[in-house]
């Protein structure tokens, strides 16, 4: 065969997530609602604080306007670990022979799912950002919010392979299910989606720097609001670098998956 | 052992026999210890990409996607083998056709009942045009009429499409009525392979199954073996299948030897052999004793229910 990238099979499994997405809106709803909450029942109260309050945060931006690009990161992260994980659904109900038992190759079918999981993540990231405009948030410019886009699709491919490497490893549901948070919530508070890093204790900041995860919320905000901790090329080539490794590690794991 | 093409070949055997690991190796889904397989004149481990081209699968667990409709996952199937729109269209409508599915191609495959849910998937594993067909467990958690369908449609596959079909079942009704020829195995190893009539001929005579009450059945055996019109005797705790020479009229006759002796008969029944019979002559069990299909059906039930979430 020797075709290593095969286009009509991978638009198929594109095809596949999307109309499962698009029918689950029970699914969908329910995974706005946590974003929701938090730029309702955190983002808006702590605006009233005088600016200048929270170190970390320029004197001329409100604590909403910070907080956006954050929660939207959350989503992004929350989704692509879960898509990456998905396999492990379609494993479970047998899918995934179904799947393997074609001549298509893996490679294929990888990124297949991964380009859907990627586009499902993304649309509700639009989502977010729409009900975060309609909270108040200040969107810098057009540029900036295409040049999000960018960053977004790089945090999407990152998690995607990291939940992709948890779910071969684990091999079952049951086990990714019960240590997904224990995973997702310290990659999500570890990093300034929340919070100022300036806020953050010395020890927390060099744990901080470490997560790529930093990386993708200081490039979200830098393009979305027009501030960032980090110039935006150095938050795009770590990111960059970490997600083509996952991926790339994702892909291996995945190759030698047992369809059983 | 060699399929032959066009046939429907079964693979019988109690559960943990061997049947679905043999499924699963000529499937390119598993890798044998030893051993060689081929499909088509392609080679099962070295040619996975052609055989998988060759071949279409309907495996013992539901593997479909619910959340799509009928239409939805053979379109997402046929792509998968690079059918073009066009073509994709007609063979949809042909398979529809020939499983009697039209009408129910935009429901989604959650809410249709098991028995089309599982013609959906036979459907989908013959839309590539494969040259054999593999069918694992195919009426598994079946209701009888939904079995039954199913079986006219597996044949109408093999006479219309004219593809060899291999399956594997541990329902003896299903052997006897689908299949060219069965082979018998257990332990991994083969026991016997031929037609089903060939097979039922071969432990020849009529059969007589009874049960004794009480539990001597050393001394009812020593009885037993002083006839000279019973050619074999097999015993399972208190039930007795003997091969004989005479059929019915012999029935009275083991009554009587019964009472003379002080043993009492608490069931007899003579037949003509059946598959069942010879399976049981060459497992030595009957197939329902083997406590796993309960447990396999059960699955397989589990696995639907659970999809349905």
């Given at each position: 065969m020797g075709k290593i990238i095969d286009p009509l099979p991978m638009y198929t499994m594109w095809l596949r997530q999307m109309i499962r997405f698009f029918r689950m809106k029970a699914r969908l709803v329910s995974s706005l609602v946590m974003p929701f909450l938090f730029l309702a029942f955190l983002g808006i109260p702590l605006?009233?604080?005088?600016?200048?309050?929270?170190?970390?945060?320029?004197?001329?931006?409100?604590f909403l306007d910070y907080l956006a690009p954050g929660i939207l990161g959350m989503t992004l992260l929350f989704s692509s670990m879960m898509a990456g994980a998905s396999v492990l659904w379609d494993k479970e109900f047998g899918f995934l022979k179904e799947v393997l038992v074609?001549?298509?190759n893996r490679l294929s079918i990888m990124l297949g799912r991964s380009l859907g999981g990627m586009t499902t993540s993304i649309i509700q990231g639009f989502m977010i950002i729409g009900i975060s405009v309609l909270m108040g948030?200040?969107?810098?410019s057009v540029s900036g919010l295409l040049l999000s886009i960018v960053f977004m699709v790089l945090i999407c491919a990152t998690f995607i392979g990291f939940g992709l490497i948890l779910a071969t490893q684990l091999g079952e549901m049951e086990g990714f299910m019960s240590i997904i948070n224990m995973i997702q919530m310290p990659i999500f508070f570890a990093s300034?989606?929340?919070?100022?890093?300036?806020?953050?204790p010395h020890w927390l900041k060099s744990i901080i720097c470490l997560n790529p995860f930093t990386y993708g919320i200081d490039g979200l905000r830098g393009s979305l609001?027009?501030?960032?901790?980090?110039p935006l090329i150095h938050d795009f080539v770590i990111l960059l670098v970490t997600s083509i490794v996952l991926m790339l590690v994702g892909a291996y794991c995945f190759e030698k998956m047992e369809a059983n | 052992m060699n399929i032959k093409e066009g046939e429907i070949f079964g693979l019988l055997?109690?559960?943990?026999?061997g049947k679905t690991t043999t499924m699963n190796m000529l499937c390119t889904i598993l890798n044998p210890t030893s051993g060689y397989a081929k499909i088509g004149g392609y080679d099962v481990f070295k040619e996975r990409e052609e055989v998988r081209r060759s071949i279409g699968i309907v495996f013992q667990d539901p593997c479909i996607?619910?959340?799509?409709?009928g239409r939805e996952n053979l379109a997402f199937h046929a792509t998968m083998y690079h059918m073009k729109k066009r073509e994709r269209e007609y063979r949809i409508s042909e398979v529809l056709d020939l499983l009697d599915l039209k009408g129910k191609e935009n429901i989604k495959i959650d809410d249709c009942p098991a028995g089309v849910q599982r013609r959906f998937e036979v459907a989908r594993g013959f839309m590539n045009h494969p040259k054999v067909l593999f069918l694992d467990e195919?009426?598994?958690?079946?209701d009888i009429v939904a079995r039954r369908k199913l079986w006219e449609y597996i044949r109408r596959l093999n006479d219309s499409e004219g593809m060899t079909i291999i399956l594997t079942t541990h329902y003896i009704e299903e052997a006897d009525y689908l299949c060219d020829r069965v082979a018998v195995i257990d332990n991994g190893r083969i026991k016997v392979i031929d037609t089903p009539d060939n097979l039922k001929n071969s432990i020849g005579k009529d059969v007589i199954s009874l049960e004794i009450e009480n539990g001597r059945r050393k001394e009812f055996l020593n009885v037993l073996t002083g006839?000279?019109?019973?050619e074999k005797v097999e015993a399972y705790n208190n039930s007795f299948e003997l091969s004989v020479?005479?059929?019915?009229?012999?029935v009275p006759e083991l009554v009587n030897l019964a009472d003379e002796n002080g043993f009492t008969i608490s069931s007899i029944d003579s037949h003509k052999p059946t598959l069942e019979d010879t399976f049981i002559h060459y497992v030595?069990?009957?197939?329902?004793?083997?406590?796993?299909s309960m447990k396999e059906e059960r699955k397989a039930r589990r696995a639907r229910r659970r999809g349905r979430r």
């Open positions: 605006s009233i604080l005088p600016s200048g309050a929270m170190p970390g945060i320029p004197e001329d931006m409100n074609t001549p298509v948030v200040n969107i810098s300034p989606a929340f919070l100022p890093m300036e806020m953050m609001v027009g501030y960032s901790t980090f | 055997g109690p559960n943990g026999a996607d619910n959340f799509l409709t195919p009426t598994i958690g079946l006839l000279d019109w019973i020479s005479g059929g019915d009229e012999r030595g069990k009957t197939i329902r004793e083997s406590e796993g």
